[in-house]
């Protein structure tokens, strides 16, 4: 069984940071790809940041500079640390394997505001 748990979001000032966790278990986690996704109400689940399994990351122009992706195998984690937070980035965030299918967790709320 597929199970991601994702952690760390909260609520922040406009150019606070937070640091988001998601551990995965039930799959070989270190030979998949990983990516963080967002959604608001109303909208499609925007791809934030991916990384693969040798570490290649890439990020949507939305947070480019912003955001850093990372993984540590040894724990099956991936994070992403987002820096100078805008009230845009308020979010649900999940993380989710680049296996076919592809397996979702519930999520962690980031909420910027002042």
């Known amino acids: 069984q597929v199970q991601l748990v994702e952690s760390g979001g909260d609520l922040v000032q406009p150019g606070g940071s937070l640091r988001l966790s998601c551990t995965v278990s039930?799959?070989?986690?270190?030979?998949?790809?990983m990516g963080w996704y967002r959604q608001t109400p109303g909208k499609d689940r925007e791809l934030v940041a991916t990384?693969?399994?040798?570490?290649?990351?890439n990020y949507a122009d939305s947070v480019k500079g912003r955001c850093t992706i990372s993984r540590e195998n040894a724990k099956n984690t991936v994070y992403l640390q987002m820096n100078s937070l805008k009230p845009e980035d308020t979010a649900v965030y999940f993380c989710s394997p680049f296996t076919t299918p592809r397996y979702w967790g519930q999520g962690t709320q980031v909420t910027v505001s002042s």
């Open positions: 039930g799959i070989l986690f270190r030979v998949y790809d």
């Open positions: 990384i693969s399994r040798g570490g290649t990351t």
